[in-house]
T-cell receptor, first 111, second 113 residues
Framework: RKEVEQDPGPFNVPEGATVAFNCTYSNSASQSFFWYRQDCRKEPKLLMSVYSSGNEDGRFTAQLNRASQYISLLIRDSKLSDSATYLCVVTIYNQGGKLIFGQGTELSVKP | NAGVTQTPKFRILKIGQSMTLQCAQDMNHNYMYWYRQDPGMGLKLIYYSVGAGITDKGEVPNGYNVSRSTTEDFPLRLELAAPSQTSVYFC????????????FGPGTRLTVL
């Protein structure tokens, strides 16, 4: 079983749509959680950290359920510029901040 | 600040050749990492370093070597290149806490033929 698994995608949505990505992790010692964004052929960049209480940044909302070992990302009012691959990322307690990546979910927002 | 820089951007190697991928950061981060990303896949950790003189293996270290003589630089060495090492290589740095962001370089696209 992969340590971090994401929806396989790709997601093709019209502008203005709401889209949700799901992610599960297998290691109960997972300590911190992130969503990174990766544009085509570019490096990953941090989109947002994910906190137990849930957190929102503009049109983006991230949720964490530790009991179910599940993370989600909701994007409201999708823009063309949101087209990218979204990477679910976790770190494990006491492992030097190493990031463990899911395989990514590709989003394509169409006019 | 330049952030994390990597050279070269692209490289084609023949089977059995060797090369060094360069990585440098100017953010005074102690922690540095090398990842590889195969098509359609997430990133996998090759090696990491928690400070000058200290390195450790990640998930996929075979066929690679690293050194960390300064805080700024973290080169990745490929000896005897194989087609399975065709990938995009990303270097990253961070403050080291599990809660801190990692900053990535632009990547090196390597093809081994």
């Amino acid at each position: 079983r992969k340590e971090v698994e994401q929806d396989p995608g790709p997601f093709n949505v019209p502008e203005g749509a709401t889209v949700a990505f799901n992610c599960t992790y297998s290691n109960s010692a997972s300590q911190s959680f992130f969503w990174y964004r990766q544009d085509c052929r570019k490096e990953p960049k941090l989109l947002m950290s994910v906190y137990s209480s849930g957190n929102e940044d503009g049109r983006f909302t991230a949720q964490l359920n530790r009991a179910s070992q599940y993370i989600s990302l909701l994007i409201r009012d999708s823009k063309l510029s949101d087209s990218a691959t979204y990477l679910c990322v976790v770190t494990i307690y006491n492992q030097g901040g190493k990031l463990i990546f899911g395989q990514g979910t590709e989003l394509s927002v169409k006019p | 600040n330049a952030g994390v820089t990597q050279t070269p951007k692209f490289r084609i190697l023949k089977i059995g050749q060797s090369m060094t991928l360069q990585c440098a950061q100017d953010m005074n981060h102690n922690y540095m990492y090398w990842y590889r990303q195969d098509p359609g896949m997430g990133l996998k950790l090759i090696y990491y370093s928690v400070g000058a003189g200290i390195t450790d293996k990640g998930e996929v270290p075979n066929g690679y070597n690293v050194s960390r003589s300064t805080t700024e630089d973290f080169p990745l060495r490929l000896e005897l290149a194989a087609p399975s090492q065709t990938s995009v290589y990303f270097c990253a740095s961070g403050a080291g806490s599990a809660y801190n962001e990692q900053f990535f370089g632009p990547g090196t696209r390597l093809t081994v033929l």
